[in-house]
């Protein structure tokens, strides 16, 4: 299970570069449940992911995900529908172990910065306090998750 916190970013963190990072490419077959095909640096990766519950601060979700060929992540991304997100994902140390991950988006969502934090459990999660480059809580905003991201642009 994935329980994890997502935030807007009031200020990029000192010393990004040196942080290691990845670009990112995603694409959604479906959002219910999330059919997701991502290509990750020379990876690709086909993740199902069910969202299960919100509750106090933070998302929980049943994520699986399977390693793809190239040419499979191709052929199952010509089926998707809506934009591909496209970000640079930079992973950053917190204290108590935490990981932040600090996702610089392009294309559709240049300009768009967020940060998620995984927990092991809700606890945890709801003790968390930001760093000060943290900027609004946005876990429990549904216009915020990637699926939302690369829905079709109405209009």
Not at 120 to 143: I, K, N, Y
Request: include cysteine.
């Amino acid at each position: 299970m994935e329980i994890e916190r997502k935030y807007l970013v009031a200020s990029l963190p000192e010393g990004l570069e040196g942080f290691p990072h990845t670009e990112i490419e995603q694409s959604y077959l479906c959002t219910s449940p999330t059919l997701r095909v991502r290509r990750m640096g020379d990876d690709y990766i086909l993740t199902v992911k069910e969202h299960l519950r919100e509750d106090s601060s933070a998302i929980h979700n049943r994520e699986e995900e399977f390693s793809l060929t190239r040419d499979s992540y191709l052929k199952l991304r010509s089926k998707c529908e809506g934009r591909t997100v496209q970000k640079t994902r930079y992973r950053i140390p917190l204290a108590d172990g935490l990981t932040a991950e600090l996702d610089i988006f392009h294309g559709d969502h240049e300009g768009l910065l967020l940060v998620e934090v995984e927990f092991s459990s809700t606890e945890v999660a709801d003790r968390f306090v930001p760093p000060a480059w943290f900027g609004t809580d946005v876990s429990l905003d549904p216009h915020f998750r990637n699926s939302f991201l690369a829905s079709p642009v109405v209009g």
